[in-house]
């Protein structure tokens, strides 16, 4: 078994917290966005290839949610909160009427008994967004309640929809995905999402081969024919140059409303980031970096341009 190269988190005291329960989480809910989304199986098998035989590490893992009748960022959070994460920053998105906020993971990445293929890396922060459904029209407010009130009951268990790729509410009708669709692709993506994992981000700086810095990854999946989100250009960056990210237009798959019309729909795409070290830690022996000596958390600017990943001007699909 192979250790994971660094810890996640700048903690000084290595003293385990981690239950097994986490890593088995993560694992099963990949399981569902791996079988349903070819293109983020694709990118990572072509990144392997490229890049040599060690595990990928990943950067974050991203939720969606409806801020509404307790399905909102708390229903999948408990979980992760229970699980040893910490809430960190808050970020908004006012045009979008999103607001998100991101955890960090324990402080330890020591791997337990259980070996887990998939994960055996250092652990993922958590990025969870809701839609702020109260400032949404009379219309879509309606269509979104008629939903959430049913699963209101089930929100403490939205980790269970997760890994179960099962919805917490009936089955939609398209009529109301078609209403949600006009005024928000968010939230017409999460009435037929669910909890599905929204994105899993690689963790670009972790590579080995030169496709470890994100501009030679961007070229080198275009080139073999993996469509990127262009929205305000293909390369994300932050203001203080430090986060890098770029993403997968997301995969579209046949979804089943009720009244058994089929429509297609977008489902989940796969995000890539490099962070950069901090101008502080630069002298230091590149064998001696962390995670904790590069630049942390997320970005409004970037973030606001990775959520078109699912849109149809990035899909293509109406
Ligand atoms: C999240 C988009 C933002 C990031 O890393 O800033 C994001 C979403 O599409 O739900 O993933
Ligand atoms: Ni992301």
Same mark, same amino acid.
């Given at each position: 078994?192979?250790?994971?190269?660094?810890?996640?988190?700048?903690?000084?005291?290595?003293?385990?917290?981690?239950?097994?329960?986490?890593?088995?989480?993560?694992?099963?809910?990949?399981?569902?966005?791996?079988?349903?989304?070819?293109?983020?199986?694709?990118?990572?098998?072509?990144?392997?290839?490229?890049?040599?035989?060690?595990?990928?590490?990943?950067?974050? *893992?991203?939720?969606?949610?409806?801020?509404?009748?307790?399905?909102?960022?708390?229903?999948?959070?408990?979980?992760?909160?229970?699980?040893?994460?910490?809430?960190?920053?808050?970020?908004?998105?006012?045009?979008?009427?999103?607001?998100?906020?991101? *955890?960090?993971?324990?402080?330890?990445?020591?791997?337990?008994?259980?070996?887990?293929?998939?994960?055996?890396?250092?652990?993922?922060?958590?990025?969870?967004?809701?839609?702020?459904?109260?400032?949404?029209?009379?219309?879509?407010?309606?269509?979104?309640?008629?939903?959430?009130?049913?699963?209101?009951?089930?929100?403490?268990?939205?980790?269970?929809?997760?890994?179960?790729?099962?919805?917490?509410?009936?089955?939609?009708?398209?009529?109301?995905?078609?209403?949600?669709?006009?005024?928000?692709?968010?939230?017409?993506?999460?009435?037929?999402?669910?909890?599905?994992?929204?994105?899993?981000?690689?963790?670009?700086?972790?590579?080995?081969?030169?496709?470890?810095?994100?501009?030679?990854?961007?070229?080198?999946?275009?080139?073999?024919?993996?469509?990127?989100?262009?929205?305000?250009?293909?390369?994300?960056?932050?203001?203080?140059?430090?986060?890098?990210?770029?993403?997968?237009?997301?995969?579209?798959?046949? *979804?089943?409303?009720?009244?058994?019309?089929?429509?297609?729909?977008?489902?989940?795409?796969?995000? *890539?980031?490099?962070?950069?070290?901090?101008?502080?830690?630069?002298?230091?022996?590149?064998?001696?970096?962390?995670?904790?000596?590069?630049?942390?958390?997320?970005?409004?600017?970037?973030?606001?341009?990775?959520?078109?990943?699912?849109?149809?001007?990035?899909?293509?699909?109406?």
């Amino acid at each position: 078994l192979r250790p994971p190269r660094y810890r996640a988190m700048a903690s000084a005291s290595a003293s385990s917290s981690e239950s097994p329960l986490l890593r088995s989480f993560l694992s099963a809910v990949t399981k569902p966005y791996l079988e349903k989304n070819q293109t983020a199986v694709l990118a990572m098998k072509l990144i392997q290839d490229q890049d040599g035989e060690e595990p990928l590490c990943f950067d974050h *893992f991203a939720f969606r949610t409806f801020g509404i009748d307790g399905c909102g960022i708390s229903s999948i959070a408990q979980l992760f909160l229970d699980l040893g994460y910490e809430a960190r920053d808050e970020l908004r998105f006012p045009a979008k009427k999103l607001r998100a906020l991101w *955890f960090a993971p324990p402080g330890q990445t020591s791997k337990g008994a259980q070996h887990n293929e998939l994960f055996e890396g250092p652990l993922p922060r958590i990025f969870i967004s809701e839609l702020l459904v109260e400032e949404l029209s009379n219309d879509a407010q309606t269509v979104i309640s008629k939903y959430t009130r049913n699963a209101a009951q089930l929100s403490k268990h939205a980790a269970i929809a997760s890994i179960l790729n099962s919805l917490p509410w009936p089955t939609p009708s398209a009529q109301d995905y078609k209403i949600l669709a006009r005024e928000s692709e968010y939230a017409a993506w999460t009435l037929v999402n669910g909890y599905a994992l929204n994105h899993l981000t690689i963790s670009v700086h972790q590579l080995r081969s030169q496709i470890k810095k994100i501009t030679e990854l961007n070229n080198f999946l275009q080139a073999k024919g993996i469509k990127l989100n262009s929205e305000g250009g293909i390369l994300k960056v932050s203001p203080d140059g430090g986060l890098l990210q770029s993403s997968t237009v997301a995969d579209s798959v046949l *979804f089943s409303f009720a009244g058994d019309e089929i429509l297609r729909v977008p489902a989940s795409y796969i995000e *890539f980031a490099e962070r950069l070290v901090l101008e502080k830690y630069l002298d230091l022996p590149a064998s001696e970096i962390q995670e904790w000596h590069r630049r942390e958390g997320f970005e409004v600017g970037n973030a606001d341009k990775i959520f078109e990943s699912t849109s149809s001007n990035q899909t293509g699909v109406h």
